[in-house]
């Protein structure tokens, strides 16, 4: 490509472009269906999530590979490691459908396992289809822990989250 003139290309806000749906059941985390994440048992919880409880982070290790001689040593990728470090926050809420509810484990269990199915960069407005991307979490979710009370804001929900198969960024299927 011949060079040109420094562009800045377009950024995709978060705000308004980001969902997350908890369902509880998906045949193939490479390709979920529409049917799966429109279920009556699967909820859109993006809502329910303070601006620092949507905790999913990623990194990378590397390996080095030392060789006699070589002035710098040499790297190689290695194991790839998503975590939700200290777990999830959301608002305390009674409302059906809110993640308090929704992500509540039911007695006597004191985690539940689902998926956590997350998409970027298409409107919240839109509702799930065919084709457009998403990565989807297999999860187990431990119990509901109380958030600290300020006097300020909203109560708060904190709940771990281990993560219990390999996430996959793929599309909806049909």
Not at 19 to 28: C, F, K
Not at 85 to 94: F, R
Not at 98 to 123: C, D, I, M, Q, W
Not at 159 to 172: E, K, N, Y
Request: glycine share 8%; net charge negative; aromatic share 6%.
């Amino acid at each position: 490509m011949p060079d040109v003139a420094d562009t800045v290309p377009p950024a995709i806000d978060q705000k308004g472009n980001t969902v997350i749906w908890w369902v509880p059941t998906i045949a193939s985390t490479v390709a979920p269906t529409v049917a799966e994440i429109g279920a009556a048992t699967a909820y859109r919880v993006t809502h329910s999530f303070t601006p620092d409880g949507w905790t999913i982070d990623g990194d990378q290790t590397k390996s080095v590979d030392d060789r006699l001689s070589l002035p710098t040593p040499l790297e190689a990728l290695d194991t790839l490691t998503f975590t939700f470090g200290a777990g999830v926050k959301y608002v305390d809420s009674s409302a059906a459908g809110s993640a308090a509810v929704v992500l509540k484990p039911t007695a006597p269990a004191t985690s539940k396992a689902g998926y956590f199915v997350e998409r970027r960069n298409v409107p919240n407005a839109t509702l799930v289809a065919s084709a457009q991307p998403v990565r989807v979490l297999p999860v187990n979710l431990g119990p509901q822990i109380p958030g600290p009370v300020d006097g300020t804001g909203k109560f708060t929900i904190k709940q771990q989250v281990s993560i219990t198969g390999v996430p996959v960024a793929g599309v909806v299927a049909v």
